[in-house]
């Protein structure tokens, strides 16, 4: 496997980012930064997973809010 000393979400699944941030700031923070439906409407991993993997620009804000958290950590 190569190195990628720059990209920090290498080796990160998107359900841990999922997992990370719902226990970091909670579904409602969430939705109301990023405004999709499977953060504000009965939101679970499952349907959360489902939806970033089939739509880019919300997976890109998703895992951008993420690296936000990383460095504010």
């Not at 409602?28 to 999709?36: A, D, L, R």
């Amino acid at each position: 496997m190569e190195s990628q000393p720059n990209n920090s979400l290498h080796g990160v699944k998107l359900e841990q980012i999922l997992v990370d941030l719902e226990a970091h700031y909670g579904w409602e923070y969430m939705g109301y930064n990023i405004k999709i439906r499977c953060f504000t409407e009965d939101p679970s991993i499952k349907s959360s997973l489902k939806f970033l993997r089939r739509t880019p620009w919300a997976r890109t804000k998703v895992e951008q809010m993420y690296l936000k958290m990383l460095k504010n950590k």
